[in-house]
C-alpha cells in the first residue's frame, strides 16, 4: 500500500532538521543559493518538504543553502524579484520538470535528473524528473517527499563536485535501485568525508569569487 507523504519519514532527516537552522557564520560563510523552478507543478506541500529535508542533508556536511521558489515571473504576485536577476558562481538553478519536457530528459528508468557542467566554470543548472521520481516513489512504497529531496541534493552533488563525481555508494552513486532507495527512506544516504570536503572547498572558491566581483567598480 502506498504509504502517505504526510510526514518527513527518515530518521536520519529528522534528526538533521531538529535544531533551528543556524546563521551563516556557522559554517564558515559557506552559502548557496537554490533557484527552484517548479516546471512539473509539483504539489507545493510536498516540494516544501523535500526542500527542508534537502537543506537539512547539505546542512549536514557544513553548507547553508537558501531556497527560493523562482517559479512565478516578475510580473506574478508573489514572485521574488531576486529570482529575475543574473545568477552567480553560488547561485545554484534547479528545474523540476515533467515527462513532456524532453530535453534533457533521461531514457534511462533509474535516472532521476541530470545536470549540466561546465568544464571552464562553474556549473549551476540542472534538472529533477519529477514524473519519474514520483512513480519510483510509488513502485517502491517510498515517500514521495524524500525521494524528491534525495533526487535534489543527488543533482546539487554533481553541481559542486564537478565530473566523475559518481560513487559506489552513498548518495552519489549512479542510478536508484532498490537498495539505495531503502537507505534513503532510513536516513542512510550521505555525502562520504571526502565529497564533503570537495563541496566546502568549491563553494569557498564561489564565494570568493562572488566577494571579488563585489568589490569590481
Known amino acids: 500500500m502506498q504509504q502517505s507523504d504526510g510526514i518527513i519519514t527518515t530518521i536520519g532527516l529528522i534528526l538533521a532538521l531538529s535544531c533551528p ?9 559557506r552559502e548557496v543559493t537554490v533557484r527552484v523552478y517548479n516546471y ?13 529535508a534537502a ?35 553560488t547561485h545554484l538553478v534547479l528545474n523540476v520538470i515533467p515527462r513532456s519536457m524532453k530535453k ?10 541530470s545536470a549540466v557542467l561546465d568544464p571552464e566554470g562553474y556549473s549551476r543548472y540542472a534538472y529533477v524528473f519529477f514524473d519519474r521520481v514520483k512513480e519510483m516513489a510509488k513502485l517502491n512504497n517510498c515517500y514521495l517527499s524524500t525521494l524528491l529531496a534525495y533526487a535534489m ?21 549512479a542510478s536508484w535501485k532498490r537498495a539505495k532507495l531503502r537507505k534513503a527512506q532510513t536516513g542512510g544516504l550521505r555525502f562520504n568525508e571526502a565529497q564533503a570536503r570537495r563541496m566546502r572547498a568549491e563553494v569557498d572558491e564561489r564565494s570568493g569569487r562572488v566577494l571579488l566581483a563585489d568589490k569590481q567598480p
Open 153 to 173: 541534493v543527488h543533482e546539487i552533488g554533481h553541481l559542486l563536485l564537478g565530473s566523475g563525481s559518481h560513487a559506489s555508494s552513498g548518495i552519489m552513486t
Open 40 to 52: 512539473a507543478k509539483a504539489p507545493s506541500a510536498t516540494l516544501a518538504k523535500a526542500q527542508t
Open 104 to 113: 534533457p530528459w533521461s531514457e534511462s528508468r533509474l535516472e532521476l535528473g
Open 21 to 29: 537552522a543556524p546563521g551563516v557564520e556557522a559554517f564558515g560563510g
Open 55 to 89: 537543506e537539512g542533508v547539505i546542512r549536514g556536511i557544513g553548507i547553508k543553502t537558501v531556497w527560493l521558489d523562482c517559479t512565478r515571473s516578475v510580473e506574478e504576485p508573489g514572485s521574488q524579484p531576486i529570482c529575475a536577476k543574473p545568477s552567480g558562481p
